[in-house]
């Protein structure tokens, strides 16, 4: 098909967002390593996990050899909501670039919550519906997750508690209004409506909280309730799952017009949006179909893939979490304060740690202030304000298409915009005032962490 | 066609972005009166205008009898940036609130002004740049005015001048932030930069600005720069004449599924949203072809429509913009600082109050608190976290719908949904936290606002 026919946006039709879900470890050779038991040092059986987490997610979550699952109905209709989402050619962008290449990004937005974590919220919600639970709990740092999740319970008619760090409940009180207009139970953690809230507020009176403190007391809270389960928006093989949504629109947006991208890139904190993007252009590349440069982009402030080390380590702070095998900077690795973006984890999504040992992906870390100018650039030609997470994709994607202008290479880019930067704006008024620096982590400080990773025989 | 195959969200194709702005003044028998020199009460001649406004947009200002003005191709390019915007079919909200009736609305909140404004914002910069200005200047309150201005001068490498209320620069610092992510210079107002500014802060010192202050700071700037000039973004016919953009798309999308609407709704502040929502219907209606009821919406604490005369009055507080016939509580007037939304213009379009005035369309108003009300049911149930502006037509949207479910009758309801309300969570807050109380003002004050009218022989 003609080039001038690919319009700016493309929208699938209703009828073509996907019905199934793809899970790339059934087609991986060398799975990812299994969760392990924090105690005891075993590999973790389901009903370690039913406690935690509802029992259908419990079953994706260690299903390394089913490809497809198929989206219950209940989950469709909601997605007509929003989805599909578009597929954006970045003709402003390429024209000011003046590359040859050309670009497209996956916008995913416009939606309420702000970003793709409505994706996996409404999955994990209807599945705690379904098996007839009252309510889920979770925690929220900067509150893209905790929104979701709160429009996705108000959808099913679930209670929602959300655990907010206490710094971001205070500094960001639209996000948790936005949460209350959905009718969730926002609490500011640490707090004293948990065991493990109370002891830390004893151990440090006045202190901010961490995503480590909310996430203890999230699970506490739903361990010891009745009807109650703990649900999370990144890093576990049943988001990714939930997320492979993006990619198979992505691929079936493309494919309508014949183009196969070269290079794919997104953004890398616990991985579920990279590993949604991917997954079905990953999924031909591990059968030998085709071949793609996939590019993993994680702030340099916060280096799991490039700096990390591969090992088993708790996934949080807390250390009640199980322990998986993945790139890690070590469970204490706490990021710069002055880090602006989301993608503050320490860890990184088992399925993405293997794929990236293997070799069938890359990935490269970006200072702040590079990625705020590239997102201001981008704001001002494409029209939107990217969250400063997605802003990472953006400023590499900027990147490989000024390479290909020096070559004169015309590569298809493809890269996900996974949110909108509305609630972001306190980063953007630093960028502005000059005030934003980048906070490179030394190695003496990574070889610290890394000291402290527990000793596991595999 | 069949019912059950209109989907979700109804995209036009990029190719069917309307190519010319519809003018419903051409088809009005009894024309809007003219605007007069607020000076020597005769009717403004364009030279007038000239210091002030673009040229061309002078012309579209002054022309009752050109039906259709071809939209430039500079402005198309710009328009598929987020055009066509979705007709959505509220299949959640018809569902929760068991009606028969059948409920459409059109979203202008996916792009990063976050509301319909931006249709005009680009048609005024074009025209400024088209004739070789700088820059413009500008007011804004709330700050989706003064966001969409600084997309639109960004986009052309025009200078922009924000005066902002100096309340909400303080108040909405995010909004401010925007526009500066865009490039625009935002001042608060009153400032030192203008003589006016200076004036006013002599005379009240810590006074927190209003926007009659910032419109006149903007046009002192405006006229006494040279290749600047000043932009408003309601009110005007010309901003209605491009407003019509929404209209024209969401007839275009009924047509293509053979859908005709029975009550169209829409919230009025200055007129613009709901000017541009029924041009082409309204058109239909004037040339006695097909009939509609058409219901403007306003608070019931700024009740222009509803509680207040036609007659001729200043357009702004600091009398100095043009004279125009209109439905008006009195230029002194300024609703309660506890009224949340936008929706605080004093007037009204004058092509909308003499369409009213002759019977062509209804008008109610409704009470702040069952507005959000309306919203936070709206949000749950369709996704979309509604402005407190738009929420206004939301509200008797479900009241009309309501009706249908009484009497069993199926009506086709269409309401405009302006924008998101992503910026208005201080409002939202209020709500929760039962804080929000309905400020309606009494006769008595109406009264003694329509005693400073100023006389005027037609």
Redo the contacts between chains.
Sequence with gaps: MSETKI???I?L??SEIPRQWYNMRADMKVKPAPLMNPGTHKKLAAEELAPIFCEELVKQELDDTTAYFPIPEEILDFY???RPSPLIRAY?LEKKLGTPAKIYYKFEG???S?SHKLNSAIAQAYYAKKQGLKGVTTETGAGQWGTALS?AC??FDLDCKVYMVKVSYEQK??RR??M????ATVTPSPSETTEVGRKILAAHPGTTGSLGCAISEAVEVAVSNDGYRYVLGSVLNQVLLHQSVIGLETKAALDKYGVKPDIIIGCAGGGSNLGGLIAPFMGEKLRGEKDYRIIAVEPASCPSFTRGKFAYDFCDTGMICPLAKMYTLGCDFIPSPNHAGGLRFHGMSTTLSQLYHDGYMEACAVEQTSVFEAA?MF???????PAPESSHAIKVAIDEALKCKETGEDKTIVFGLTG?G??D??A??KF?DGLMTDQIPTDEELEASFAKLPHIEE
Tied chains: 1, 2.
């Design positions: 319009p700016y946006k929208y039709d209703e007509k909501m929003y402003y416009n939606n309420t702000g429009m108000s959808y009180p639209f209004e936005v209350r207009t959905y009718g201001e704001a001002r030609v494409e029209g939107i304000l909108t509305y609630f704006m306190v953007y008024e502005h």
